[in-house]
């Protein structure tokens, strides 16, 4: 295997207002420092690029700390230990680890996470079987969603939108999503078998989940809020639950919007909203992967991923998440 000395890697070069452009990114090339005692160097395979990352990108505090301009971003990603000075791991092993935007790295055994190299593909260790799959997961356990639920999931041909609704028809639950293409909501009905599905971007989102579910919903999964959670807002039923996952048509706003107009029916329908970070569900993430993993093994669980080739288009890949380029995990090959 010939030597590896040099990696490139993605940077922060501005903090973007309001959408983000290739011109906020710069790629760079770094020389690898020589691998020390009790270290492991990586070669990535995929990088996943997230929506939680425009987040990071603002100056100032939040539940994870801002990317520091001029330094390489960072995100999930998947790759091959190429030389190891560790116990913990040996050349030809597949690990995971938070080391994302660049093509190789090196790190201690600790900021690794080995996984079986026999289930592909690889990627899906950044989907389905990784933390936007362990967000869904988290997502449905957090409010308790059971058998005979009614859940509507917004961003449902997204990454944590789609497995959302396979596992929630898993548990026995009706499955309704939005997403914004004719094709996308088809591939909801056809591939990932949700009961009934629409497209956001054709009418009111109210209207069209009325029609869905016109004895209302028990659940609503938001991963977008704005329109869609002021119309779930309406539907859900007393007792409803919101999982409070993701609001992606506001990450771009440079000045946040008003609330939905309809908000006191959390109060008159005694509604629980409950916030998610995956994060805080590290210590279950066992469970996670064994529940989860044994559907995928099984066939039971679909992932569905938008692959762009080569850290050059990295940038590329993660602005298109926000003009709906991808349909599933949106994932960047690296080798």
């Known amino acids: 295997m010939t030597k590896l000395t040099t990696s490139r890697e993605v940077r922060l070069a501005s903090r973007p207002k309001g959408i983000p452009t290739t011109a906020n990114f710069t790629l760079a090339e770094t020389t690898l420092p020589p691998l020390q005692a009790g270290q492991v160097l990586v070669r990535n395979l995929f990088m996943s690029v997230d929506p939680y990352m425009r987040g990071r990108m603002n100056e100032g505090k939040s539940y994870v700390p801002p990317f520091a301009i001029g330094q390489a971003l960072e995100g999930g990603a998947i790759g091959e230990v190429v030389e190891s000075l560790a116990n913990e791991f040996k050349p030809g092993d597949v690990v995971t680890s938070r080391y994302g935007w660049r093509e190789a790295f090196i790190a201690a055994p600790k900021e690794l996470r080995a996984v079986d190299k026999a289930v592909q593909p690889l990627s899906v260790y950044l989907g389905a079987l990784g933390m936007t799959g362990m967000t869904a997961w988290a997502g449905l356990t957090l409010v308790e969603v059971k ?3 009614v859940i509507f999931i917004s961003g449902a041909a997204g990454a944590v939108g789609n497995v959302a609704g396979q596992l929630a028809k898993l548990r026995g639950c009706r499955v309704i999503g939005s997403a914004g293409s004719v094709e996308k909501v088809q591939s909801l009905l056809d591939e990932y078998g949700f009961d009934a599905a629409f497209n956001y971007k054709s009418g009111p989102s109210l209207e069209q989940l009325n029609r869905a579910a016109p004895d209302g919903i028990d659940v609503y999964f938001d991963n977008v809020g704005g329109e869609s959670f002021e119309a779930a807002l309406s ?13 992606i048509s506001s990450y771009n706003d440079e000045k946040p919007k008003p609330g939905p107009a309809n908000l006191f029916n959390m109060t008159t329908k005694r509604l629980t909203m409950k916030g998610l970070i995956v994060g805080d569900w ?36 993660f602005l298109g998440l926000f003009s709906g380029k991808n349909s599933g995990k949106m994932v960047v090959k690296l080798t």
């Open 282 to 317: 590290l210590s279950r993430q066992n469970e996670f992967e064994q529940e989860v993993g044994s559907y995928f093994r099984a066939g039971k669980l679909k992932n569905k991923e938008t692959v762009v080739e080569g850290i050059d288009h990295a940038a590329e890949a």
């Open 147 to 149: 058998a005979g639920d």
């Open 235 to 247: 539907t859900l039923r007393v007792h409803g639950r919101i999982i409070a996952c993701g609001s």
